[in-house]
DNA sequence: TTTAGGG
DNA sequence: CCCTAAA
């Protein structure tokens, strides 16, 4: 969650559901992780991730705490506090290294809200910042301080005590991480516990945040010492008393950022090294996985969603045939359903605001929380905060596990790309920023059931999204900014779609408390998988097309992903040939507009290294070559192409252009492209 | 934006 | 196919 707007005047923090389990699955995990390490994400989206988790563990000790007395929250709520100072710059290391001091407050709250008689209220607050003052990952600091009400079994009740701790961790030059933290306990405490968000930036110079506090002992009551696991690469999953939070795959296969860390001169661009980076990555884990698909078959096969737009030429010849959209809303509210969860499936979540939001806006309920004597303060919490209509697009042959990394790079290009929070009340939205809460009405009981929050991308390029939900209304594209141009989708689709059971995200579809990797991502579409028709497709067109925005130079937004390799058929070589063969080499563009105008997918870069590469094949064995076979014949042609345009540069003959067929030749020769 | 080449 | 320096 991305919360970058503060919110004035005695509203102590937004309060937002536990931020999913740092990703569970493997690749969401991974994704997170990469754009941690690519600083793509925003320091708030780290620390609103440290802090859901916390959450989430007090929720969890909370649960297993009051266990005995079958206690279990049924719901929780964390609270972003933005007393952050650079909380929203993107988390480069490179900043990071440059002295540069994120922190943010979250409270965490578990309620038990049905379950009888006990009062609510295990809530934890703490303060997490991540400051390094030094540069490069030699020396990272971080702090974690919290304070807990804890369930006090003994009582029956929630004591008030106040527990505090704080510990600092550094990375020293040297490479290790010195705990060196101090405890500090507020009078009275007689349990502890404790946290430590340690950069564990080692030698291999990869970023590690993990958060391990937890300890709990409220059983004994004891003091208990931190205890210093060892960090298994099993991050984000509980263990014994003490959770993990970091970032870092399960097949420790992360990326280094070793060449960040040693050579920090070495910047060419870091974002540049970072992009490609992750494209590479993507792009080898795209072969792992790609469907073994027959020429036919691939070149079918578009992926390439994210370069579409970035493609001058765009015609919408095939894609109106293969590819499909795939609209889908509502797919990262509640990722990690915690524990159980009461009401707590996304359906609570929509429940479908005031009238004239065609109940599609409401990107969040609120719900007046039990307010406590603080009356001055407006409180309240918001079950689920929906991250904007994504149009996704992707051709039909596409594989399902493709379709997951689509929509895990759309969501991360989101976050990634930062986001408002667009504040509606009554379905209305409130643009201005600068009102109080009392002064816009927010303060009202009544209203605060009508209020609601939705993420909004904050640049425009950047927004895969659009909140397409009520064509006629404007979109809630709060943001009186640039609100993006991005031409809202026919509502027929969205309609159709919109009560898709396989769109929503039932709370109890998310658990797997276990190793299971399923992530949002996983279970959404294995739920989706078996019913296909859950998906909407629509022919795209043109002007679909430009819907599908996917965030193009946006900073830090996007892993673009590799283009679905489609080998050129036999008839594409033929026109190939044939059209150098009349203009030349060094003229791709006319060759594209010539031969390939239709093709989109087809660029005049892809032309010319295919002719490169039919020259190289022509050149080789028969045996040597693969793929599907070139007739000889063709590749005769080519050589002889080759052999003459490149003796008589294309160029220098410009005005070539003469009919087809009418290479001219002066010197006659052997080469001679034959032109018939 | 295109080309031309290296990766 | 990707990435880019050059043009």
Redesign the pocket.
């Known amino acids: 969650m991305v919360l970058k707007k503060r919110v004035d005047h005695g509203f102590d923090g937004l309060r937002v559901p536990v931020i999913p389990k740092a990703p569970r699955s493997a690749r969401r995990r991974i994704a997170f992780k990469k754009a941690v390490e690519d600083g793509q994400v925003c320091a708030i989206e780290l620390l609103a991730s440290l802090a859901g988790q916390l959450l989430q563990e007090s929720e969890g000790s909370a649960s297993s705490n009051a266990s005995e007395g079958n206690h279990h929250p049924p719901f929780s709520q964390g609270v972003i506090e933005q007393d952050i100072q650079d909380g929203v710059k993107p988390l480069k290391k490179e900043e990071i290294h440059q002295g540069s001091c994120v922190e943010s407050t979250f409270k965490t709250e578990v309620a038990s809200q049905n379950s009888s008689q006990k009062p609510l209220s295990h809530t934890k607050t703490g303060h997490v910042s991540v400051n390094n003052s030094s540069d490069c990952c030699e020396k990272v600091e971080a702090d974690v301080k919290s304070e807990i009400f804890e369930w006090d079994n003994k009582f029956g009740n929630y004591s008030n005590r106040l527990v505090e701790t704080r510990e600092n961790f550094r990375k020293s030059s040297d490479g290790k991480i010195k705990n060196g933290f101090k405890r500090e306990q507020e009078a009275g405490s007689s349990c502890i516990r404790g946290s430590n968000l340690a950069d564990k930036c080692s030698l291999e110079g990869h970023l590690e945040l993990y958060v391990s506090p937890a300890l709990i002992d409220s059983k004994s009551n004891k003091k208990s010492p931190f205890h210093r696991k060892s960090f298994p690469s099993a991050s984000f999953s509980r263990n014994g008393n003490g959770i993990k939070l970091g970032f870092r795959d399960d097949d420790e296969n992360f990326l280094r950022c070793k060449k960040f860390c040693t050579k920090p001169k070495a910047f060419r ?1 870091p974002r ?1 090294i970072a ?2 980076r992750i ?1 590479n990555l993507m ?1 080898s884990k795209y072969w792992k996985t790609a469907p073994k698909l027959k020429d036919s078959e691939l070149s079918r096969s578009d992926l ?1 969603v994210p ?1 579409y737009h970035k493609r ?1 030429t765009c015609y919408g010849f095939e894609r109106s045939q293969h590819n499909a959209i795939v609209k889908k809303r509502k797919f990262v509210d509640r990722v990690s359903g915690v524990t159980s969860d009461g009401g707590f499936s996304s359906e609570s979540v929509s429940n479908s605001p005031q009238k004239g939001m065609d109940g599609d806006k409401p990107s969040s309920s609120a719900k007046l929380h039990v307010p406590k004597a603080k009356d001055s303060h407006v409180k309240f919490s918001i079950k689920s905060i929906r991250i904007p209509e994504l149009y996704i697009e992707v051709p039909e042959t596409s594989t399902v596990g493709s379709l997951k990394r689509t929509i895990v790079e759309a969501v991360m290009a989101i976050l990634g790309g930062g986001a408002h929070v667009g504040v509606l009340l009554q379905g209305k939205k409130v643009r201005d920023d600068n009102r109080t809460l009392v002064q816009t009405g927010i303060s009202c009981n009544e209203n605060l059931d009508t209020l609601s929050f939705m993420l909004e991308p904050t640049s425009l390029q950047a927004s895969p999204t659009v909140c397409v939900g009520d064509p006629s209304s404007q979109c809630e594209t709060s943001q009186p900014t640039r609100s993006t141009e991005i031409p809202v989708l026919d509502s027929g689709i969205t309609d159709t779609l919109h009560d898709s059971p396989l769109l929503t995200y039932p709370g109890n579809l998310i658990e797997s408390n276990h190793e299971s990797t399923s992530s949002l991502a996983d279970t959404t579409l294995d739920k989706l998988t078996p019913d296909s028709r859950a998906i909407v497709v629509v022919p795209a067109t043109t002007e679909t097309l430009a819907v599908v925005p996917v965030s193009q130079k946006t900073k830090r937004s996007e892993f ?1 992903q ?6 050129f058929s036999v008839t594409e070589v033929e026109a190939l040939v044939h059209a150098v063969e009349e203009l030349g ?6 060759v594209k507009l010539r031969a390939f105008e239709n093709a989109d ?1 087809r660029t ?3 032309l ?2 295919k002719w ?2 039919l020259v190289h094949t022509a050149t080789i064995s028969p045996q040597q070559r693969r793929g599907e076979p070139v007739p000889q014949e063709l590749l005769d042609r080519v050589l002889a192409a080759h052999a003459f345009w490149s003796q008589h540069q294309a ?1 220098q003959h410009g005005k070539h252009q003469a009919g087809p067929g009418t290479l001219k030749i002066t010197e006659a020769s052997a080469e001679r492209p034959c032109v018939c």
């Open positions: 661009s540049r992009h490609r494209r792009s390439g370069r001058k673009v590799r283009r679905t390799r489609r080998p080499t060094g003229r791709w563009r006319d997918h005049y870069v892809d010319k290294d490169k590469t160029k």
